[in-house]
């Protein structure tokens, strides 16, 4: 049975050799990244460092670019990636902003014997604030009317409703 899972384990770590080809060149991941980088980020230049097999020995050589893309694809990708993380970390701001107005918006009752509470509160979520005034009417005893209104910097929430208790 070891013997069997030990050949399972390394199944994938074979199959994944071969995957990584390009025709008969592997792509090159000993300097960390793409074109050798060591951080993973595509560094400006020309060529591309590739690991070839010469008679079952790895040598290390360099493709022209042009060969995989042309400078006008690479900076056609370049401009994606950037719109593509412009959107993320727009849309990461709105749902931090999202969770301080959440967490702004307080409504708090009347005291025993009061018509009415006027509550400010405010809060903050990953470096994003938001403000908040909330109004409560004490109908009767057994029924409340509130609303509330918070703002963060490009976002509103605007909270309403009535309450009922019962004996």
Do not use: C
């Not at 074109?35 to 595509?42: I, K, M, Q, Y």
């Not at 109908?139 to 208790?165: C, E, H, I, P, W």
């Amino acid at each position: 049975m070891r013997r069997f899972l030990l050949l399972l384990l390394m199944l994938p770590a074979t199959t994944a050799a071969k995957a990584q080809t390009f025709q008969n060149y592997p792509l090159n991941p000993v300097n960390g990244g793409f074109n050798g980088s060591p951080t993973g980020l595509a560094q400006p230049t020309d060529q591309v460092l590739i690991n070839r097999l010469e008679g079952g020995v790895p040598r290390t050589g360099s493709l022209p670019l042009a060969d995989f893309a042309s400078a006008q694809d690479i900076q056609s990708l370049g401009d994606r990636f950037a719109r593509w993380n412009a959107f993320v970390q727009r849309d990461l701001s709105r749902l931090s902003e999202g969770v301080a107005l959440s967490n702004a918006l307080t409504i708090m009752p009347p005291n025993p014997g009061d018509r009415y509470s006027v509550t400010f509160s405010g809060a903050a979520f990953n470096s994003n604030g938001a403000g908040s005034v909330s109004l409560a009417y004490r109908l009767t005893d057994q029924s409340m009317a509130f609303a509330g209104y918070a703002r963060s910097r490009t976002q509103n929430v605007v909270k309403g409703g009535v309450t009922f208790s019962f004996h």
